[in-house]
């Protein structure tokens, strides 16, 4: 490894370097990513799109530290996945990586509160600090007084705001977040995107998503496009904003 | 480390959502604590009346008596006068005095009972009749006549089987031949004043139960006696005095002069039938717990698949694989404890309820049954102990924690991206 790419590595919010993910199966295997190398800085706001197939969500998976890859490395936060046992890879995704799934994924039998406050309690943050935190987000994105609810008795779009305030509750360096939109009806997805544009803006979190969501693509400073598990294009749209 | 709150927490949230596979889980273990302890009861009162009845037949919960008559049953292997004194003196021995509900000497010989009609092999033994009565069921067991009286001497309390051999019947002469205290083979005139009926042959042959001051001038071993029989307030407290009463008679014993034997020792046939006995039920258990384990295994492995997206978004979260398996683990013992301590109650109440007074299985029976010089009661009553209650719930743990490694492994095991997958 050069001294630059040393640098890159340690400074990337993500960083990718040549990686593979072949599936065996039969009859032949499948590439679903083959040989991506792209870096991601902090606090940026990214999507990545492409046609079901192109290898999206894979790439999401590999750098949330979900699946391994077949060749090449992966640098988050500075600190290679590659070499991570699962459970440094279960800490890295608790203290560095927050994620939103398109089918939600809250826990059912938690309230909205609790599901939203989940990775700090793991973290082992004091109840007092916990409360302040997630009290704050439930503020602005507009969940006040549905904290005792149960995921069953709130509607998609209050359900994916819970799971976006879970994913940045602990101020994680980065938040994946697959397919966020596809559930939500328009007026929602505007509401959960400025939602979690003023995140990125105010806390500096990094957004990587992956989606087929003109509205999101739209909203994205940075649109990498994929197809067939390779980047075909990478196009920076406008300048990060200024903190 | 995960908090230990959080975990229970949603443990015990899992459990109320999956609320009828989480029913038919605990409804297993239910029944199994119900059974374990009802059985549990019925077995240790099985024992204890087994235990009751050969002690008091037999040579008591504890009995003193000098270092080889246990296995030669000969009168020269009496206690002196010297042992029987220091015996009766270790009595008042902390942890002794307060467990002995009666103490009785025995002066025991093999010989011959013989009439007109024939002559029988016999066991005869000296007793204090007063003491005796108080001691052993012997006494209760009379068909004809009565029992040793406190001025009695020439008299003997016979078996039927003995009476029949020998065609006696109540105030028949007898005359009873043994080797005495000095080589010597002297023979006692006595007469039948009580035959009794145990049910157990070789006792109803042979037992002849004479005054012990009787015996002990036929014998000329004037008080000294072959076994100083004890009687506690309940066989559990038996190790207990035993250790007590070896450390009270060390001396003694070190000089061989004494040996202190337990029933399981005085009495290894009664001993081999209550761990026979055990094995029997311990088996019953294990497969009737093997059983419910399969069942909990499979509700828990099935719980395991269809929460597969849970497990994980869980790890997605944070948790590490180990962490996922043991919320499976949590989520079993917590769901098997509470059912287990459930069915330990139920079994207890259920026991209590039905069985207070004793269980009669006389109608599976048509006449006395006994072994090992035990005459086997057909009312069982339930014995229950603390200890049980105790064993009965780490039993379950057990099975309760075994029953959910398999699972656990399972949600380890989970690829967290094929369970993250989207399903339209």
Known sequence: MTATTTSVTDSAAVHTDAVWKIFEQEPADVAAVQGITITIEPSEFVAMAGPSGSGKTTLLNLIGGLTRPSRGHIWVAGRDLANMSNRALARMRLERIGFVFQAYNLLPVLTALENAEFPLLLLGVEEDERRHRVDELFDRTGLSGLEDRRPGKLSGGQQQRVAVIRAVASQPALVLADEPTANLDSQTSDGLLDMMEELNRELGTTFLFATHDPRVMERARRLIRLVDGAVASDERRRPEPQR | ?424
């Open chain 2, 1 to 424: 480390m995960l908090r230990p709150v959080l975990m229970a927490r949603l443990a015990l949230r899992n459990l109320r959502r999956q609320a009828r596979r989480s029913a038919l889980t605990a409804a297993a273990m239910v029944v199994g604590g119900a059974l374990l302890m009802f059985s549990v009861s019925l077995g240790d009162g099985t024992h204890e009346d087994w235990i009751e009845s050969g002690v008091r037949m037999g040579s008591g919960h504890i009995a003193i008596q000098a270092p080889r008559y246990q296995a030669s049953r000969k009168i020269e292997d009496r206690l002196s006068s010297a042992a029987r004194d220091a015996a009766l003196g270790a009595l008042d021995a902390a942890g002794v005095r307060q467990r002995v509900v009666q103490t009785v000497p025995r002066l025991a010989v093999g010989g011959l009972a013989s009439s007109p009609n024939g002559a029988r092999p016999a066991q005869v033994v000296g007793v204090d009749p007063t003491k005796e009565a108080d001691f052993s069921i012997l006494d209760d067991k009379v068909v004809e006549g009565r029992y040793l009286q406190p001025s009695d001497r020439l008299a003997a309390y016979i078996g039927a089987e003995l009476a029949r051999g020998l065609q006696l019947e109540l105030g028949s002469r007898l005359v009873l031949t043994a080797q005495d205290a000095e080589g010597d083979i002297a023979g006692q005139l006595v007469r039948v004043v009580g035959i009794y009926r145990t049910g157990i042959p070789e006792v109803d042959q042979a037992i002849v139960h004479i005054p012990l001051r009787t015996a002990g001038s036929w014998l000329q071993t004037n008080d000294e006696v072959t076994t100083i029989a004890l009687l506690l307030d309940r066989s559990r407290a038996v190790p207990g005095v035993l250790r007590a009463l070896r450390h009270a008679l060390s001396d003694e014993i070190t000089a061989s002069n004494t040996t202190v034997l337990g029933w399981r020792e005085a009495m290894p046939e009664l001993d081999a039938a209550v761990k026979v006995d055990d094995l029997g039920n311990y088996l019953f258990q294990g497969i009737m717990f093997g059983i419910i384990a399969l069942a909990i295994v499979n509700t828990v492995l099935m719980s395991v698949l269809h929460r597969h997206r849970e497990f994980g978004l869980l790890q997605a979260l944070g948790f590490t694989p180990k962490q996922t398996g043991g919320l499976v683990v949590i989520e079993s013992v917590v769901l098997t404890t509470l059912s287990g301590l459930t069915g330990i109650a139920l079994g207890t109440f259920l026991t209590w309820l039905f069985f207070r007074n004793g269980l009669d299985i006389s109608f599976t029976w048509n006449e006395d049954w006994s072994f090992s010089g035990v005459v086997l009661d057909p009312i069982i009553v339930p014995l229950f102990r603390s200890a049980r209650i105790v064993q009965g719930l780490v039993f379950i743990l057990i099975v309760g924690t075994l029953a959910s490694l398999y699972p656990a492994y399972r949600a380890t095991r989970i690829d967290v991206a094929e369970a993250m997958k989207f399903e339209r």
